[in-house]
């Protein structure tokens, strides 16, 4: 079992620029989290998809989208970059019935 | 919203035990758990806690919860260098939902 995988592991975009950070799991998870770290901060949670086929917004959606493409895959897309979004984005993934969320190693992303 | 507060750093020496301590205001919160995240890595729980649950012992980790209070503490005995890392408190009060996480408490261990 790979657990969580998350691609790229570093990207540098330019004010504007778009792009979409992929997350796929493994272990046949429910649920899946897209969660944005910043320097000295808490995980804060950017969106998350119970199950396959619904997302919801968390703490801090604005300027993300998300699709759960099948149970495997939860993508994050940046339409539009912007500095503040400069972050340490983690994905992670859980079983319904069970308490462990397991995260991958995370995305640095800059945008200048 | 809920909210979970950690203090930010913790040095201790080698051998001595590591107390992190953290406050949740959500009564509702039904799980407890402890992360920890070593450099350039992702979170990894170590271990957590129902609410029903007074204390929780794994090893080296001892986990209090004082429900009254809405205080957690993670001891960890015998620090060793390689418990350095940064240390996640959470709280969720649903098993399939989302968890609420502190801001991370940095422990430094010295030699």
């Known amino acids: 079992n790979a657990g969580v995988t998350q691609t790229p592991k570093f990207q540098v975009l330019k004010t504007g620029q778009s792009m979409t950070l992929q997350c796929a799991q493994d272990m046949n998870h429910n649920s899946m989290y897209w969660y944005r770290q910043d320097p000295g901060m808490g995980l804060r949670l950017i969106y998350y998809?119970?199950?396959?086929?619904?997302?919801d917004k968390g703490e801090v959606p604005n300027g993300y989208n998300v699709s759960r493409l099948n149970k495997r895959e939860f993508s994050l897309r940046l339409e539009s970059a912007a500095p503040s979004q400069t972050s340490v984005y983690f994905c992670a993934s859980k079983n319904r019935g069970h308490y462990e969320q397991y995260f991958g190693p995370g995305t640095r992303l800059t945008v200048t | 919203g809920e909210d979970v507060e950690q203090s930010l750093f913790l040095s201790v020496r080698e051998g001595d035990s590591s107390v992190i301590n953290c406050t949740y205001t959500d009564s509702s919160s039904t799980y407890l758990y402890w992360y920890k995240q070593e450099p350039g890595a992702g979170l990894q729980l170590l271990t957590y806690?129902?609410?029903?649950?007074d204390m929780k012992q794994d090893q080296r980790l001892t986990v209090l919860l004082n429900k009254k209070d809405k205080h957690l503490s993670l001891r960890i005995a015998d620090t060793q260098t390689g418990d350095s890392a940064i240390y996640f408190c959470a709280e969720s009060n649903t098993n399939a939902g989302k968890s609420t996480f502190g801001d991370g408490t940095t422990l430094t261990v010295k030699p």
């Open positions: 998809s119970a199950s396959e086929g619904t997302t």
């Open positions: 806690i129902f609410s029903n649950m």
